[in-house]
């Protein structure tokens, strides 16, 4: 094994999966460090779920390598079995069953692992402990979704899409419990089609849309990649509007996109778009309804690339 290997907790190369005409994931490689939480981003139907449960042994690939932690499926499933955790999209747990019983539960099958008042203490359900899971919130099962994943104290754990549906308070206490174990060095792969739970949570991340990787970078790197300081964005009330041209021969605008009548804007220079902004739209008589300004973030990166917003599917 090299040494590039050994720092490698999962290494994806060529990585093709169909199911009968439809190519879900189209030759896409993935290198994840040891200790990192590296992000698979896209919307959904754009091959995120399928990697993962490659990569998790549920599906067999059509193509390609898969390597975790240096094994692979067809000559290590026994070891590797016992150095995962594994949180499904959607897990279904026996509602009758305590939170307590059902984590000892999943402790029961590792020869090794966590302490199971430990794991409950980590996930923050000691007030639930004794209640049954069918009484828990959908946060609660969540985070006893995780709990499950982590008893074996796996080496490399798989988060898929584990905020989906959840209301915000209940996303921010599975995203401080994703910080509790970057603390502990464990390595996290997180798919999710939120694009700021990825730049709060991941080291690293890939933008997956139609089965191929589009860009892999910190989130700062990608976000920079625009290079626009500031996102402006407006519209105009129906009639006779300014066109793609017009936005585009604005001061410190460098790309312009429209989407629902909503204009948004690249810049790199705010203070001098703006004014010009309001000056040509009242040169056209234009009507401004809406006008905001934001920092540039990874989905105004995905749409840079795609020229589709990430809730528009694949």
């Known amino acids: 094994m090299s040494s590039t290997t050994g720092t490698l907790a999962l290494e994806v190369r060529g990585l093709i999966k169909r199911y009968g005409s439809v190519t879900a994931v189209d030759g896409l490689d993935l290198l994840v460090t040891r200790g990192e939480c590296f992000g698979l981003l896209g919307p959904n139907g754009a091959g995120k779920t399928t990697t993962i449960e490659v990569c998790e042994g549920l599906l067999e690939p059509d193509g390609g390598e898969v390597k975790i932690l240096g094994l692979d499926w067809r000559h290590d499933e026994t070891t590797l079995r016992q150095r995962l955790g594994i949180q499904l999209q959607e897990t279904q747990l026996a509602e009758k069953v305590t939170v307590e019983e059902t984590i000892r539960l999943f402790r029961s099958f590792y020869p090794s692992g966590r302490d199971v008042d430990e794991v409950i203490a980590l996930v923050q ?18 985070r006893l979704s995780v709990a499950c994943a982590l008893v074996g104290d796996p ?40 694009m700021d739970e990825a730049e709060r949570l991941c080291d690293r991340v890939a ?73 040509m739209l009242g040169a056209r008589g234009a009507t401004l309804t809406e006008l905001r300004t934001h920092s540039p973030t990874l989905e105004d990166v995905f749409v840079s690339l795609t020229g589709r917003q990430l809730r528009e599917g694949a």
């Not at 359900?125 to 969540?142: D, I, P, Y």
């Not at 209940?170 to 390595?187: E, F, I, Y």
């Not at 407006?234 to 312009?256: K, M, N, S, T, Y």
């Open 207 to 279: 933008i997956v849309d139609r089965g191929k990787v589009i860009a892999l970078g910190t989130p700062r790197e990608l976000i920079r990649s625009l290079g626009a300081e500031q996102m402006v964005e407006c519209a105009v009330a129906p009639g006779d509007g300014p066109g793609a041209e017009d936005f585009r021969a604005l001061p410190g605008v460098i790309g312009a996109r429209v989407d629902a009548s909503v204009w948004s804007l690249q810049v790199n220079a705010a203070h001098e778009t703006i004014p010009a902004l309001l000056q």
């Open 155 to 194: 080496d490399l754990i798989f988060l898929d899409e584990p905020t989906t549906g959840l209301d915000p308070q209940s996303r921010r206490q599975l995203w401080d419990l994703v910080d509790r174990l970057k603390t502990l060095g464990r390595t996290i792969l997180l798919t999710t089609h939120y």
């Open 125 to 142: 359900l000691e007030e639930k402990r004794k209640a049954r899971v069918g009484t828990l919130s959908g946060g609660q099962k969540q």
